[in-house]
């Protein structure tokens, strides 16, 4: 029998598929991006910026512009990792934002 699943796609709890949440799906298998493994735990926000350039250019999948598909993908995972994310890790996030708009010549 299949788990009921509340209104935020969350199994019954106690159940050992609670912790599973629909937003790592989308980061896991984005239908836009091919990201790299592990992109978002690398602790150089140039080389993250650069590893999400290049999966944007490169996928012919996504709907808008290369720029736009990254950082909403960035943007995306710092927002869904909200509260648990540590302050250190969303500072090399953010780091990653400013580093990917150097990489598209978006500087302001």
């Not at 709890?13 to 990201?35: I, Q």
């Not at 996504?62 to 648990?84: C, H, I, Q, W």
Request: charged share 35%.
């Amino acid at each position: 029998m299949a788990q009921k699943q509340s209104k935020s796609g969350q199994a019954a709890k106690g159940s050992k598929t609670a912790t599973k949440y629909w937003s790592g799906d989308v980061t896991r298998h984005s239908d836009a991006l091919d990201l790299e493994s592990g992109v978002f735990t690398w602790d150089d926000p140039a080389k993250i910026a650069h590893s999400l350039k290049r999966s944007a250019e490169k996928s012919d999948r996504r709907k808008s512009e290369p720029y736009r598909s990254a950082m909403s993908m960035l943007t995306f995972y710092v927002n869904r990792a909200g509260k648990d994310l540590s302050n250190e890790r969303r500072k090399v996030l953010e780091q990653a934002k400013d580093e990917l708009r150097k990489a598209f010549g978006r500087e302001s």
